[in-house]
């Protein structure tokens, strides 16, 4: 195979931005969880990252930072991606914006849409680009759903990306060892707007595909046209992955249900992996979606897309059938009789049509239904009550006497955590009100659908942009001060605005706490016998369903407690780092509180709000 090109230098302004962008998702999000970082190409390999479109600018962001990683000395030296170019929407440049200046100095190119341009849309200019830099070793970034919004389901995939790959393979053909690499990512927000949430990266396994390895996608002339069926089959295998490590649901309320189930099948929280808890919610709304709700791309015959399932394990395999059967032939067996030449796998938790045939003729339609219903009508009872799951879990061995001493406990930690962070947060008022307002702008500017993707980037944009404002007034106003300003408050400021948002975060959970067992302690014995009857009979059914229908262990807690890596072997070093958000142990749970760097969670649906977040907005 032909050599990676020599890497480029780092643009120093794409340096700076990259650097910005690591500092505000870090302040906004919780816990930013990277799975897979080894399947990211060498730097001067060229490769183009595919993702899905759920949170506008911020997947942008999220992709930049995490394919331009940290450099470790475990890793090649080359490993490291210099630059990502990224493309944008046309409407985003040249306003006089601050998110439109980061935009155009991060190299991003612009692309027209239909839905602004019609019939009018060229993009053929950035379409050069985007395949020179491919064939000099770059890393460019594509959206392949086109266009993000804010839906609990991937949008179809359109064949832009597979045509890229075409059009560089042919623009290179003359090279018989020119390989482009394309690599997807699912995105998953827990909550994707909220402050302190968490985030999964997940990459899937690259599939390389070189000039001599896919005549399919190479055109040799105008009466040589490229097989379309090889680009369909292409995008489907992309559609395939990208819903492989994230929830793809049909609606909001089957997320809510499906969040519940998995809370009652495996109460860990965060001593379970983030990855882990998202493939067992994915997992769940598939199962408990209506027959022909949930339909994975490549599920159907001839689509060149094979999907194999071993337990919670998915393997995932796209055909190149170029060895095997002529230009124009159909995709499906080769001409030859033999095996089609797989190029890629990966593990996918979602479900293919097929197998939702299976799991609704081994699970009537009539039992899933009321599993649903009963689900959401004990989600529903929580709720009205203020209490979480593991609250009437934990119930059956507390005394009344118990839960009055935690109720102490609790109260006073608030009221501790209150009085060291009340000064600082006179500097965070002007931020949160800004983004506040901002944010509640938008959402009354348009439909859900359309506005809500837009959230978490206003207050990304405004939140800097207003935090900067106070750092630099305060150093304006001490400056005087006997050079205050210059040689204190520069560094003061920032560091105390972390601490008071650190521990505005414990202070938020304990008080979230102190409420939940006020609560608790006026439920009466009636009602909360009712309510663990109903959880009781719940978590049998449940079980039942995970095991023998959907496949999932017998023993979660056990199994999910288990740090694993490559090969199944326990790597706690790796992924203590990767999952800083993760309470690991005892001691590691005592110290949730007052550590420096970020809150241990006891659950990753926890964010910055006085309540648990359950609900999700109707479109």
């Known amino acids: 195979m032909a050599t990676a090109a020599k890497p480029k230098s780092t643009p120093f302004m794409y340096f700076l931005i990259r650097l910005l962008f690591k500092f505000v998702l870090n302040v906004f999000y919780g816990t930013i969880v990277v799975e897979n970082e080894h399947y990211i190409p060498k730097n001067g390999e060229p490769v183009i990252v595919c993702a899905n479109h759920v949170n506008s600018l911020t997947d942008a962001l999220l992709l930049v930072t995490s394919v331009s990683s940290k450099l470790r000395p475990s890793l090649d030296p080359f490993k490291k991606r210099n630059f990502l170019r990224l493309t944008a929407k046309d409407t985003q440049f040249g306003r006089k914006t601050f998110s439109s200046w980061l935009i155009e100095n991060a190299g991003t190119l612009p692309m027209q849409r239909r839905r602004e341009h019609g019939d009018q849309i060229d993009n053929s200019a950035t379409m050069d680009k985007l395949l020179t830099a491919l ?42 060892d020119f390989a482009v690499t394309l690599l997807t990512c699912s995105l998953t927000y827990v909550h994707r707007w909220s402050f302190r949430s968490d985030v999964l990266v997940s990459f899937n396994p690259p599939l ?97 897309v094979a999907i194999e399932r071993r337990g919670m394990k998915r393997t995932v395999t796209w055909n190149s059938k170029a060895e095997q059967r002529p230009r124009g032939d159909s995709i499906g067996e080769s001409s030859s009789g033999t095996q089609p030449n797989i190029l890629s796998t990966t593990q996918v938790p979602m479900a293919s049509q097929t197998e939702s045939q299976i799991l609704s003729s081994s ?111 305060a150093v304006v106003l001490t400056t005087p001060i006997f050079g205050l300003g210059l040689f204190f408050t520069v560094w003061f400021v920032p560091a105390w605005m972390w ?9 938020i959970a304990a008080f979230r706490a102190a409420v939940a067992l006020y609560r608790l302690l006026w439920v009466s014995e009636a009602e909360l016998k009712r309510l663990r009857e109903t959880r009781d009979d719940l978590h049998g059914r449940i079980v039942n369903f995970a095991t023998e229908v959907l496949g999932l262990p017998t023993d979660p807690e056990e199994e999910f407690l288990v740090v694993s890596g490559e090969d199944d072997e326990d790597q706690p070093n790796r992924w203590g780092k990767h999952q800083r958000g993760r309470t690991r142990g005892g001691w590691d749970s005592a110290l949730r509180y007052f550590s420096i760097r970020r809150r241990r969670k006891r659950d990753w649906n926890e964010t910055l ?11």
């Open 499 to 507: 601490l008071t948002l650190r521990w505005t975060e414990d202070l």
């Open 208 to 304: 390389k595909l070189s000039v001599k390895d896919s005549p399919s996608l190479i055109s040799t002339g105008p009466n040589d046209p490229i097989d379309f069926d090889a680009i369909r089959s292409l995008t489907t295998f992309m559609h395939a992955q990208l819903s492989s490590n994230t929830i793809d649901s049909p609606s909001w309320d089957l997320v809510r249900v499906a969040k519940t189930a998995a809370r009652i099948y495996v109460p860990l929280g965060t001593r379970m992996r983030l990855g882990d808890w998202v493939r067992v919610v994915a997992r769940f709304v598939e199962g408990l979606a209506k027959p022909g709700e949930v339909a994975v791309a490549g599920s159907a015959a001839g689509e060149g």
């Open 135 to 176: 064939s000099e070793g770059d890393a460019i970034c594509l959206f392949p759903e086109g266009m993000s919004r804010f839906h609990p389901n991937m949008a179809p995939l359109k064949t832009g990306v597979a045509r890229i790959v075409s059009d560089v393979l042919t623009r290179n053909r003359d090279i018989p």
């Open 363 to 473: 699970f009537p339609d009539s039992e899933r239904e009321r599993l649903t219903r009963d689900l959401s009508a004990y989600q529903d009872q929580l709720n009205a009550l203020g209490l979480k799951d593991d609250r009437i879990r934990q119930s059956a061995h507390l005394t009344r006497l118990q839960i009055l001493w935690r109720l102490l406990i609790r109260t006073s930690q608030t009221c501790l955590f209150l009085a060291i962070v009340l000064p600082g947060l006179f500097l965070w008022i002007p931020v949160f009100a800004t983004t506040t307002y901002q944010s509640e702008k938008l959402k009354r500017s348009g439909p859900v659908w359309d506005t809500h993707d837009e959230v978490a980037q206003t207050k990304l944009v405004y939140g800097l942009a207003s935090g900067l404002l106070v750092w630099l007034a």
């Open 609 to 619: 709000r006085w309540f648990d977040a359950t609900e999700f907005p109707k479109e």
